[in-house]
């Protein structure tokens, strides 16, 4: 299977607790992207990666989280001490190059992350 | 500000009536929209994905249509079948945006035997 993999799939963690999560993108995708998910809700971007260099961060991305793609290849999000309002499934996607404004994202299976 | 809205929330028809699930959004200037297919618990899988440019796109049972000038989509799925159950949400990528995707809250669809 060579789509976009992300580990683990489920996570339970306890309140102020650190968590990281991986994503390996689709091979030679060159963009490679967070969101968050709560339940009922549509995906809501975090951040995203051109190769190594991470572009934009979202206001949803408060100080404990943090994001990084070392040489433009997986990608690790880490949440630091957590809250029960960061209880979502984490969604990491990746494009295949940099005219990103009209390709498909490819997104993986996501991580359910359950603070109590 | 760009909003996506999705109604209904929840939807279930009969197998093999069309399906038709509406998207809209508030403001025109887009690059594209997408439009993603939803297992509980799992990823998201895309269907379809229209230029700003274009009206419409076909893969399979699947057309979606887009009226940019009115902040519309439009996903019909034809013959409907148990297997089509799952959440259907549909994105928007903002001009200026590159590769950020808006989403809508989504329509559960349930197709029943």
């Known amino acids: 299977d060579t789509g976009v993999s992300q580990d683990p799939r489920h996570k339970i963690t306890k309140r102020g607790q650190n968590v990281t999560f991986r994503c390996d993108p689709i091979?030679?995708?060159?963009?490679l992207y967070w969101y968050r998910q709560t339940l009922g809700q549509g995906p809501e971007f975090l951040t995203y990666?051109?190769?190594?260099?991470?572009?934009?961060k979202s206001r949803l991305l408060s100080d404990r989280f943090s994001a990084e793609r070392p040489k433009g290849s997986f990608s690790t999000l880490e949440i630091q001490r957590t809250e029960q309002g960061d209880s979502a499934m984490y969604l990491c996607?990746?494009?295949?190059?940099?005219?990103?404004?009209?390709?498909?994202?490819?997104f993986g299976s996501g991580t359910q992350l359950s603070v109590l | 500000k760009q909003e996506v809205t999705q109604i209904p929330a929840a939807l279930s028809v009969p197998e093999g009536e069309n399906l038709v699930l509406n998207c809209s959004f508030t403001?025109?200037?887009?690059?594209?929209l997408q439009w993603f297919r939803q297992d509980p618990g799992k990823g998201l899988t895309s269907l379809l994905l229209?230029?700003?440019?274009?009206r419409e796109q076909t893969s399979g049972r699947l057309n979606a249509s887009l009226d940019k000038s009115s902040g519309r989509s439009t996903l019909y799925i034809a013959a409907s079948q148990p297997g089509d159950s799952a959440t259907y949400l549909c994105?928007?990528?903002?001009?200026?945006?590159?590769?950020?995707?808006?989403f809508g809250a989504g329509t559960q669809v349930v197709v029943t035997p």
């Open positions: 996607a990746s494009s295949p190059s940099q005219r990103a404004y009209n390709e498909k994202l490819f």
């Open positions: 091979s030679e995708h060159n963009r």
């Open positions: 990666f051109q190769n190594e260099a991470q572009l934009e």
């Open positions: 403001d025109s200037a887009i690059y594209n």
């Open positions: 229209i230029q700003s440019s274009q």
């Open positions: 994105a928007v990528m903002n001009r200026g945006s590159w590769g950020k995707l808006q």
